[in-house]
C-alpha cells in the first residue's frame, strides 16, 4: 500500500474499512501509526494493560535490555538519536515507544483496561467481545499480540510451601528488597544472565539454578557518547548509515547463519562462542559446568559482556544438580542440600505457542483457533489462516522470531497485509484469506528447509514444537524479505463479503 495516500482507493465503500487491533505493543502502535498514515482512522486498539508497549511494559526486572542493537531494534520511520548504549536498557525501551505512540497521535485510539476476549467471524465481518462487556464490529482485524509474552511457570514441587517471595521474571515485584538478600533465579535463558549480572553486587548471596548450560557471546555494550548523539541529531543520515550498517552485520554474521548450520558464519559463532568462555572462566570446573554440549546458537543465542564475570563473583554460586523441590526456606537439590533463599525468581521463559489465546476466535462456518491449531499454531507466512478471513497477524506463528529484529519482521508484514487489504477493498469489501492449500504447501516447504538449520543440531529449546521441529522461518532474511514484497494472491482465498 502507497503510505501517502490519503483518499480511499477506487471502489472502496464510502465509509472506509473499519478495523481492530488487538495488543498496544511494539507491532500494535506500528499498526496504528501506519493506518493513519494510509488515511485509514477508522480503527480501535484495544490493550487489556493500563499502558501500551508490551514486553518493555511487562519486563522490568534488573538489567532487562533486548539483544538487538538499539539502531536497529527501532522503527524505520522514527529513529532515535538518544539511544544511551548499543544495547539500550529495557526502561528506555519502553520510553521510546511511548514517545513515538505520542508523536504519531496513537494514544487516542487505544482502549486502555480492555481485554479483547472473543472474536466471531460472522455475516461478512468480525463481532468483538472484550472482557469488560463491550462489543465492536470491525471489517478486518490485525492480531498483534505478541510472542514473548504469557508467562511460562516451572512445575516445581513446593513452589507454593516458600516462605519468601517468589515470583517470575516478567512479573518482577519491585516492593522486594535485593541489598544483602539471598537471591535465587531457576532459569539461564537471557533473562536470567541478565537479572544475575545485574545484580550479583546488590544482593547477599546468588544462585542460580541451571539445567542446561547456554552459549554466551561477549559482544561489549559501551555508552553511545554525547558526540555520537549529537550528531546522530544534526545529521539523521548518518544515524541511517548506522542502522544500514547494523542490519547488515546482524544479517550476515547472524540472522542467515542460524538457517544453515554448516555455513562458515555459524562456525564463526561458535569458535566466539568457546573463546569467551575459555578466556573468561579461570576455574576449570565452573567452566565445564558452563560449557553446553550443543552447537552454538541452537538455543536463543545469549548476549552478554558481563555473566562469566558475574557468575564468579565471591558472592555467586552456579547450581548444576536438579532441583527436588521448593521448601519454605529455600530449593532442594537432588543431592540433599538445602540452597536457603530469601527471594526466588522464575526466569523460565514464556508460552510461545499461544499468539493471540487465550482469545476465543470463530472462523468461518463456525470453526474455532483451538480446532484449527488443534496440533500446533500454523499460519501462511506467518501472517494468515485459512477460513480467518480479514484477520492476519504480525510476527505470527513460524515467523523469523529467531533471527533479526522483531521491528522490522513487523514491518514488512504491516506492508504486506495492507497489500491484502486493498484487494480485499478494490472492488466493494472482499473476503482473504489464505488458502489450505498454500498453507499446507508453505508448511512441507518450511518443516524441511528446517533440517538444515542450527536449531535441530541437538538441544532443547522454546525455538522447537511438539514434533521437535523449530517452529521460526528457516530461510535467509532475503528470501522473508522477498516473500513479504507482494503477495501471491493465487495463495489466497478471495470471495465477496
Not at 504469557?150 to 517470575?168: M, Q, R, S
Request: aromatic share 10%.
Amino acid at each position: 500500500m502507497d503510505t501517502g495516500r490519503t483518499g480511499s482507493p477506487p471502489g472502496r465503500r464510502a465509509r472506509g474499512p473499519r478495523f481492530v487491533i488487538v495488543g498496544a505493543g511494539m507491532a500494535g502502535v506500528l499498526s496504528a501509526i501506519q493506518l493513519q498514515q494510509s488515511g485509514l482512522t477508522d480503527f480501535t486498539v484495544y490493550e487489556k494493560a493500563d499502558r501500551l508497549g508490551g514486553t518493555w511494559r511487562e519486563n522490568t526486572y534488573p538489567g532487562v535490555a533486548c539483544d538487538v542493537p538499539s539502531h536497529l531494534y527501532s522503527y524505520s520511520f522514527a529513529p532515535n538519536p538518544d539511544w544511551s548504549h548499543v544495547f539500550s536498557p529495557g526502561a528506555e525501551i519502553a520510553a521510546y515507544f511511548e514517545d513515538v505512540a505520542r508523536r504519531y497521535g496513537v494514544e487516542k485510539y487505544i482502549s486502555y483496561g480492555t481485554e479483547v476476549s472473543r472474536l466471531t467471524f460472522v455475516d461478512g465481518g468480525w463481532d468483538v467481545e472484550t472482557a469488560t462487556g463491550s462489543r465492536d464490529r470491525a471489517d478486518f482485524v490485525i492480531a498483534a499480540t505478541g510472542v514473548l509474552h504469557h508467562p511460562a511457570y516451572p512445575d516445581i514441587k513446593g513452589l507454593e510451601d516458600f516462605a519468601g517471595t517468589v515470583f517470575h521474571s516478567a512479573r518482577w515485584d519491585h516492593r522486594v528488597p535485593l541489598a544483602g538478600r539471598r537471591l535465587g533465579v531457576i532459569g539461564t535463558g537471557s533473562s536470567a544472565v541478565q537479572i544475575v549480572t545485574a545484580a550479583v553486587e546488590t544482593v547477599g548471596e546468588l544462585s542460580m539454578f541451571q539445567r542446561t548450560p547456554q552459549w554466551v557471546l561477549g559482544v561489549p555494550n559501551p555508552p553511545i557518547d554525547e558526540d555520537q548523539r549529537q550528531l546522530f541529531r544534526s545529521d539523521p543520515a548518518a544515524m541511517q548509515a548506522v542502522r544500514d550498517e547494523l542490519a547488515h552485520t546482524f544479517e550476515a554474521n547472524f540472522a542467515n547463519a542460524v538457517v544453515d548450520a554448516e555455513s562458515p558464519e555459524a562456525k564463526l559463532l561458535e569458535e566466539l562462542c568457546v573463546a569467551n568462555l575459555e578466556e573468561n572462566v579461570a576455574d576449570p570446573v565452573l567452566r565445564a559446568k558452563l560449557r553446553p554440549d550443543y552447537r552454538a546458537a541452537c538455543k536463543r543465542l545469549i548476549v552478554s559482556p558481563g555473566f562469566y564475570q558475574a557468575i564468579q563473583h565471591p558472592n555467586a554460586r552456579l547450581v548444576t544438580d536438579a532441583i527436588d523441590r521448593v521448601e519454605p526456606r529455600g530449593v532442594r537439590t537432588v543431592d540433599g542440600t538445602l540452597h536457603e533463599l530469601d527471594a526466588l525468581v522464575l526466569a523460565t521463559g514464556f508460552r510461545v505457542d499461544q499468539f493471540m489465546r487465550p482469545i476465543e476466535v470463530t472462523g468461518r462456518g463456525g470453526i474455532s483457533l483451538e480446532q484449527a491449531w488443534s496440533e500446533r499454531p500454523t499460519a501462511y507466512l506467518a501472517v494468515s489462516i485459512p477460513d480467518f478471513p480479514n484477520l492476519f497477524m504480525l510476527n505470527g506463528p513460524n515467523g523469523p522470531v529467531g533471527n533479526f529484529s522483531l521491528i522490522d519482521v513487523a514491518e514488512l508484514q504491516f506492508a504486506y497485509v495492507m497489500q491484502l487489504v486493498d484487494r480485499a477493498c478494490a472492488t466493494g469489501l472482499h473476503l482473504v484469506s489464505a488458502s489450505a492449500a498454500a498453507t499446507e504447501r508453505f508448511e512441507s516447504e518450511r518443516v524441511e528447509a528446517a533440517k538444515r538449520t542450527v536449531w535441530v543440531t541437538g538441544c532443547r529449546s522454546w525455538y522447537l514444537d511438539d514434533r521437535g521441529v523449530p517452529a521460526a522461518w528457516p530461510w535467509s532474511f532475503d528470501r522473508f524479505r522477498t516473500a513479504m514484497a507482494r503477495p501471491n494472491m493465487d495463495d489466497y482465498d478471495v470471495v465477496p463479503a
